[in-house]
């Protein structure tokens, strides 16, 4: 008798330990699922980290509306046209109230997303912006004193933070391109374009 006892009281507690590890691992699951979805929301709220370098212009006016005057007459297999915005209308919840946004389109596609602040009163608008969204570039480049460039490409997607001193203005910029279209993306042969 007292066997039984035991033994049904083994079988309770089992049975106990059971529901709470479904318990447990339901709530990870939870967690799990609420954080996925938080990092994916995170670069959803961010339209520019969206449209993929090489990506054609016609796709691309779905999220970038200012560039929707591009045309290949105007500036054919020669030139490329660089096009401004600002950049906090592309990304909710960044910190890039003065930053600009420039989308370079070569041949019809894009070749190039730029941010660029050379607000000296906002330093560290783009840092704070690449730390959160894309990676963080060191400690260092916080200083306002630090100049120079950190590579944080990703696979085929060129990836450049930098902050470089022009007439004691620090300009402060993030450069994303691929390799085939890096050339598109400086130099003379880039044009302003008006949208």
């Not at 799990?32 to 054609?56: E, H, M, R």
């Not at 999220?63 to 660089?82: L, N, Q, R």
């Not at 930053?99 to 370079?104: F, G, H, K, P, T």
């Not at 009163?121 to 783009?126: A, C, G, H, L, P």
């Amino acid at each position: 008798m007292l066997g039984q006892i035991g033994h049904k009281l083994f079988i309770n507690c089992v049975e106990k330990f059971s529901q709470l590890f479904k318990f447990i691992s339901v709530k990870k699951i939870y967690f799990y699922i609420i954080l996925l979805l938080f990092i994916f929301n995170k670069s959803f709220a961010c339209q520019l980290l969206n449209v993929p370098i090489g990506s054609n212009v016609s796709s691309a006016v779905s999220t970038f509306e200012f560039i929707d005057a591009y045309s290949t007459d105007i500036y054919g297999d020669e030139f490329s046209a660089k096009y401004q915005d600002y950049a906090q209308d592309y990304c909710e919840g960044s910190s890039l109230e003065n930053a600009d946004l420039e989308v370079i389109v070569y041949n019809s596609k894009i070749a190039g997303i730029n941010l660029v602040n050379s607000h000296n009163n906002s330093q560290n608008e783009i840092y704070e912006f690449v730390k959160n969204f894309i990676s963080d570039p060191g400690s260092e480049t916080k200083s306002n004193n630090w100049t120079g460039y950190k590579n944080l490409s990703i696979g085929e997607l060129l990836i450049f933070y930098g902050k470089t001193k022009i007439a004691n203005e620090t300009i402060e910029y993030l450069e994303i391109t691929s390799p085939e279209m890096l050339d598109f993306t400086v130099g003379e042969r880039v044009m302003n374009a008006t949208g």
